[in-house]
Nanobody, 124 residues
Framework: VQLQASGGGLVQAGDSLRLSCTAS????????MAWFRQAPGKEREFVAA????????KHADSVVGRFTMSGDWLKNTVYLQLNSLTPEDTGVYYC??????????????????WGRGTQVTVSS
């Protein structure tokens, strides 16, 4: 499985972006997708996850009310709508996919596929 993230860019505080992540290959093996981000000098952190069957989502507290994850798995694509961006949202955003058979629970605690990331930069 290959994941390709896109949609990042340089925006101003308060602006919006929509990130996309398209999967190719043996996508039937994936049961959940997620977005993570990594700011300069910081560890990678969870942003949001989507259960592909049923559409349940989980968002990090820091983005609730501002970011929304969704998906169209007929197109093998998930999205992350980013609204009301702040400079603290700056970082590389990665999409990830979880295969079945991993530890139970949602969001997944283990991800098997990772995209290369897309840069989001928010200026004040």
């Amino acid at each position: 499985v290959q994941l390709q993230a896109s949609g990042g860019g340089l925006v101003q505080a308060g602006d919006s972006l929509r990130l996309s992540c398209t999967a190719s290959g043996l996508t039937f093996s994936i049961w959940a997708m997620a977005w993570f981000r990594q700011a300069p000098g910081k560890e990678r952190e969870f942003v949001a996850a989507l259960r592909l069957s049923g559409g349940g989502t989980k968002h990090a507290d820091s983005v609730v009310g501002r970011f929304t994850m969704s998906g169209d798995w007929l197109k093998n694509t998930v999205y992350l709508q980013l609204n009301s961006l702040t400079p603290e949202d700056t970082g590389v955003y990665y999409c990830a996919g979880a295969m079945g058979g991993g530890p139970p629970g949602f969001p997944p605690r283990q991800y098997d596929y990772w995209g290369r990331g897309t840069q989001v930069t928010v200026s004040s």
